[in-house]
T-cell receptor, first 115, second 114 residues
Framework: DQQVKQNSPSLSVQEGRISILNCDYT??????FLWYKKYPAEGPTFLIS?????DKNEDGRFTVFLNKSAKHLSLHIVPSQPGDSAVYFC??????????????FGQGTTLQVKP | NAGVMQNPRHLVRRRGQEARLRCSPM?????VYWYRQLPEEGLKFMVY????????ESGMPKERFSAEFPKEGPSILRIQQVVRGDSAAYFC????????????FGPGTRLTVT
């Protein structure tokens, strides 16, 4: 029962262009969504989050969009840089509903940014 | 400003041995989460602990796995009688509170069972 899905295992973009990573979820109780970046042999690093009361959140080159009706979120990276090459995980939780806050992760998307 | 620390970074155990994984949360954090990442998969929640209490163990296998977070010292994830299927990366995350806070991850312990 995969509650959070990242259907694209990999994505390749040219340096300077936009990277768009997608994530779908099935649990309507999720009210908080996060994106993590992970390099090999390291732990996930928090990138950006969004709560369900918003539909957009920006932080520098990173923007997350949330479409609650479609149960879909996306991460936009503009402009993409070679150092952005990593595995990106989408995660969700029932943060504000009194739940323990455990994160449910997608399978990850490997982003390669070519110079 | 030390982040989440995990040790050992790599652990090799033979089938049937015990594995002990340690996690020291960030300074000021009293909430610890353990996740497991099997090859080619995302991270899967295992257990959530506060000091001296297990709050949510809904992701823990029913047998051989246990976790603790004592009043003093690191959190420990213990796997008894390891099997090949336990080979994975185990990540610890800490937060200053429960569900309402971001979780910050350690570098992980890569367990290999031979």
């Amino acid at each position: 029962d995969q509650q959070v899905k990242q259907n694209s295992p990999s994505l390749s973009v040219q340096e300077g262009r936009i990277s768009i990573l997608n994530c779908d979820y099935t649990n309507s109780m999720f009210d908080y969504f996060l994106w993590y970046k992970k390099y090999p042999a390291e732990g996930p690093t928090f990138l950006i989050s969004i709560s369900s009361i918003k539909d957009k959140n920006e932080d520098g080159r990173f923007t997350v969009f949330l479409n609650k009706s479609a149960k879909h979120l996306s991460l936009h990276i503009v402009p993409s840089q070679p150092g952005d090459s990593a595995v990106y995980f989408c995660a969700a939780s029932e943060r504000f509903s009194g739940n323990t806050g455990k994160l449910i992760f997608g399978q990850g998307t490997t982003l390669q940014v070519k110079p | 400003n030390a982040g989440v620390m995990q040790n050992p970074r790599h652990l090799v155990r033979r089938r049937g041995q015990e594995a002990r994984l340690r996690c020291s949360p960030m300074k000021g954090h009293s909430h610890v989460y353990w996740y497991r990442q099997l090859p080619e998969e995302g991270l899967k929640f295992m257990v959530y602990l506060q000091k001296e209490n297990i709050i949510d163990e809904s992701g823990m296998p029913k047998e051989r796995f246990s976790a603790e977070f004592p009043k003093e010292g690191p959190s420990i994830l213990r796997i008894q009688q390891v099997v090949r299927g336990d080979s994975a990366a185990y990540f610890c995350a800490s937060s200053p509170g429960g569900g309402a806070y971001e979780q910050y991850f350690g570098p992980g312990t890569r367990l290999t069972v031979t």
